[in-house]
């Protein structure tokens, strides 16, 4: 990959100074002993107790038994490319208006685990630990007709992929499972925990999968080839690389590319956390800016997406029966556009009533805007943007289908066409789309999957109790290596991304370069 690429991205503001050891003692629940969901739910109700007044869950050490966690890393399980077909298709349109809509698009189904699947925790991270990853997925295809949506090549079902299930197997479990064989040198497919449909509304939802038999998972991917004769012909691969470079606070930097489409990805993941009531409230931590996407070739090349995030609740927590909702906005802005107009976009999550089911309504608008202006960062909200910028409007519901049209101030179509609604994605018909990893005789000691196996293992054979064990002793030699650096007088340096962060848009060193165009040639 060419070093300008990854140049683009620049920090030019203070290095943050990151305290390696957390300020307050450990929020920790001790193991009732009972693995049931009554266990859980005693376990999780004592969580919340203690946890009740803390300003920011997130950035306080807590320790849980293994038995509370799923046996997923947390570098694995966050990435923002549940469909990374459609982040590949981003620079796709030689039109500008297009490829903010296909900007849009991917914003609603780069989370997809959240809309079929149940809320997890994996574990934690340790400061130095990464995980990287590639899917091969054929392009999306397009109709004659512009305003209609994309045509998908995978997971979906309308075509080959696995059937809806209802009930929530545990395919990323057993993928890392069935991965783990020292001889082995197939590669593993992961990201399918969360891809199951279910019937059931979000209040009686399952808190934990359904154990499924190695066989019956053998038939689900054999099902989710990812061409229709289970080759990696005429596909595309995105490469994804993230690395833990802080503890407390717990920071996470990424990057994901897609060279034959020129299209990259970088960000911060840092959340902040409260319990309020009965939900816990997620916003993004004070190095998180958002996802910042670039074009570096093409119809769009020198294009800039910066897409913010919103603020999240994890629901039913007493009840054990987590469901997430959304709200406030998402806004999308695209700089460096070499064409007369520049577009933003402003997504505005509905709040949810105190009473009944929710609903998880949302509307929005793609509207034009003056980059020398600062005019435009005031519009936070649909009704905030003057109708005569507003080039196009959408609404839905963002767990299934989003609906838009132009309006009658967009001059590049007829008054007669303004009125018709498309379909801008249907996320019931979508489904998490598999990333390809290493299998781990290939695997670094830190890199996530190697790293956490011993705790991994323990949990897919139901001995929690020493997978605890296991679980605890890689953070007490996290807790060993930190005060070794502290007696030394030694800083941790990131390996893969430099250290200034302060952007939120971080850099790519040589290794991670190198990383990055390993996992480009990777052939499992």
Not at 265 to 284: E, H, N
Not at 364 to 392: F, L, M, N
Request: proline share 6%.
């Amino acid at each position: 990959m060419a070093n300008s690429k990854v140049d683009l991205i620049s920090t030019t503001h203070a290095v943050p100074v990151i305290d390696e050891d957390a300020p307050d003692a450990a929020i920790s629940v001790p193991d009732s002993g009972d693995t049931g969901e009554g266990g859980k739910l005693k376990m999780i109700v004592q969580l919340v107790k203690k946890s009740l007044g803390v300003k920011d869950i997130a950035a306080m050490r807590l320790s849980l038994p293994a038995s509370l966690l799923e046996p997923l890393p947390n570098l694995e399980y966050w990435h923002y490319l549940d469909r990374p077909d459609l982040f590949a298709s981003i620079n796709d349109s030689d039109d500008a208006f297009e490829r903010m809509l296909a900007v849009v698009r991917f914003t609603f189904t780069k989370d997809l685990k959240f809309v079929h699947g149940k809320v997890c925790k994996p574990y934690n991270s340790v400061l130095g630990e990464h995980f990287r990853s590639h899917w091969d997925v054929p392009p999306v295809r397009y109709s004659s007709d512009p305003t209609r949506p994309p045509l998908f090549g995978t997971h979906t079902t309308d075509t080959h992929s696995a059937p809806a299930s209802t009930t929530a197997l545990p395919l990323e479990t057993l993928s890392i499972k069935s991965g783990r064989s020292e001889h082995s040198s197939k590669s593993t497919r992961s990201g399918l925990s969360l891809l199951s449909k279910t019937k059931a509304s979000p209040s009686t939802a399952p808190t934990s999968p359904q154990q499924a038999p190695d066989a019956e998972l053998a038939g689900h991917m054999s099902s989710l080839s990812l061409g229709p004769d289970g080759s990696d012909s005429d596909t595309v691969r995105v490469v994804y690389i993230t690395e833990q470079v802080s503890h407390h606070p717990p920071i996470s930097a990424y990057y994901a590319t897609c060279p034959a489409r020129s299209v990259e990805m970088t960000g911060i993941d840092q959340i902040s956390a409260k319990v309020s009531g009965t939900t816990l409230r997620v916003t993004p931590g004070s190095y998180n800016k958002g996802i910042f996407i670039n074009i570096t070739g093409g119809a769009g090349e020198g294009e800039r997406y910066h897409l913010t995030h919103p603020v999240a609740s994890v629901n039913g927590i007493l009840r054990g029966s987590f469901y997430i909702t959304v709200a406030d906005s998402t806004i999308i802005t695209c700089t460096g556009g070499k064409g007369e107009e520049s577009y933003r976009a402003v997504i505005e999550y509905k709040e949810e009533s105190w009473l009944g089911r929710a609903h998880f309504l949302v509307e929005g608008v793609i509207h034009t805007y003056d980059e020398d202006s600062t005019e435009h960062e005031g519009w936070t909200k649909v009704k905030h943007v003057p109708q005569s910028r507003v080039v196009a409007v959408f609404d839905g519901c963002w767990r299934s289908h989003i609906r838009w049209r132009r309006t009658a101030s967009s001059s590049s179509v007829s008054l007669s066409s303004t009125s018709e609604h498309h379909t801008l994605v249907d996320l019931s018909k979508l489904q998490v789309v598999p990333k390809v990893v290493r299998p781990l005789e290939k695997q670094p000691p830190n890199e996530s999957r190697k790293l956490w196996d011993s705790v991994t293992t323990k949990l897919l054979n139901k001995e929690y109790g020493e997978a605890t064990k296991h679980k605890l002793a890689i953070e007490q030699r996290q807790r060993d290596e930190a005060s070794e650096r502290k007696r030394k007088g030694e800083e941790f340096i990131p390996h893969y991304f430099e250290k200034d962060i302060s952007s939120g848009a971080p850099v790519l060193t040589a290794e991670g370069r190198k990383a990055v165009q390993e996992e480009l040639e990777e052939r499992c």
